[in-house]
């Protein structure tokens, strides 16, 4: 297939997504993007209309119908089989607004789940998932939202896409650290903020928790000035964006994967430590329990409170054998739900069927 997206190439989702569907499913992949497109593979072609969307950073925002006339061009340029529109409320309603078929919307946000969007923008959401030929979500939470909002229930897809597990292997028999890992975005409402209050709840503990905070985000400097409030600077590492081949390498000498993300989809980053042997600290959410089994294989905090992370974490670092079996279920869940190349072939296959399908009716 002659695959479209409208997405934004900087992101490592879409990365993960579209070079999956060109380099190891064999199709052509084309990306029209309004933000600076990013180092995707050589088999991705890269229209970058961001210079055409004006201020960089605006992908997410209705400003950017500016761009839908240069959209429909490059569009219908490609002459694709498929467009799929990557998020609902940005790409997804450009490609709604693009006119063509067939049109597959991705829900990856997890802001779509519970945001209570108000007109006009809530009208716009409503005509994109009215207009999409398949609403694909990664999980059955989303889909419910997605069907509330107005998706047709007979064209949706509920698959997760999962983890590339060649890069992400099981943990090998060296000595884990007792040491947090947190590998969100540093964005204010992922609170990253309720980890750093945890580690300083447990001021004194001997040996000492440190924490590595890998990534970065408009956050970052108000989680630094915090640390350096809270007495905590020393025990907490601000690792920034780090290699490929280093995260995997960060995870399987970390004890505790924590996250304080309110709402979710489904989670890349839970499921890459998963699949390398972090114990899951997380908040009971919906997506979550999806996931994790409280006091099994992770264990779950409710309403995020810094406290009760701080429980968590003394708990999970003292029962060893509680860490070892959790690696061990978490692994093979996320083989059997989780794994990249098992679930892209289903995605694959229901989004050829909607191609043959609509070729049948015109």
């Not at 890269?46 to 240069?70: F, I, K, Q, T, W």
């Not at 089994?293 to 974490?313: Q, T």
Request: net charge neutral.
């Amino acid at each position: 297939m002659r695959i479209c997206f409208l997405a934004d190439a900087g992101s490592v989702n879409t990365r993960s997504f579209v070079e999956h569907f060109s380099e190891k499913l064999g199709h052509d992949v084309h990306v029209v993007t309004l933000s600076p497109a990013g180092d995707l593979a050589p088999s991705v072609t890269v229209h970058d209309l961001s210079v055409v969307a004006g201020e960089p950073g605006l992908a997410g925002r209705m400003a950017n119908v500016g761009s839908l006339p240069r959209v429909r061009r490059v569009v219908r340029s490609i002459a694709p089989d498929l467009v799929v529109g990557y998020r609902v409320a940005s790409y997804g309603f450009l490609g709604a607004m693009s006119g063509f078929h067939p049109l597959v919307v991705v829900a990856q946000s997890q802001l779509i789940v519970t945001k209570p969007y108000r007109s006009p923008k809530k009208l716009a959401v409503r005509m994109t998932l009215k207009r999409a030929d398949l609403v694909h979500a990664w999980a059955p939470h989303m889909t419910r939202r997605l069907v509330e909002l107005g998706a047709e229930p007979e064209k949706t897809l509920t698959h997760p896409r999962g983890i590339d597990l060649e890069r992400f292997p099981p943990r090998g028999s060296g000595k884990d650290e007792s040491s947090v890992i947190l590998t969100r975005t540093l964005h204010w409402h992922y609170r990253a903020q309720n980890i750093i209050r945890a580690l300083a709840m447990m001021n004194g503990r001997v040996p000492p928790v440190s924490a590595t905070i890998v990534g970065n985000g408009e956050y970052k400097e108000e989680l630094q000035n915090l640390a350096g409030e809270l007495g905590v600077s020393d025990r907490v590492r601000f690792a920034g964006e780090v290699p490929n081949d280093e995260l995997p390498r960060l995870l399987g000498t970390t004890s505790i994967y924590a996250s304080a993300v309110p709402v979710d989809g489904v989670s890349a980053s839970l499921l890459e430590a998963m699949a390398r042997g972090c114990f899951p600290i997380v908040w009971d959410n919906e997506a979550n329990r999806q996931w994790i089994e409280n006091g099994s294989n992770g264990l779950l905090v409710p309403g995020g409170d810094p406290s009760g992370y701080a429980e968590a974490i003394a708990k999970a670092l003292s029962d060893d054998g509680l860490r070892t079996r959790a690696g061990e279920i978490n692994r093979g869940i996320v083989e059997e739900r989780g794994d990249l190349s098992k679930n892209m072939r289903t995605i694959e296959a229901a989004y050829s069927e909607l191609v043959e399908s609509f070729r049948r009716r015109h």
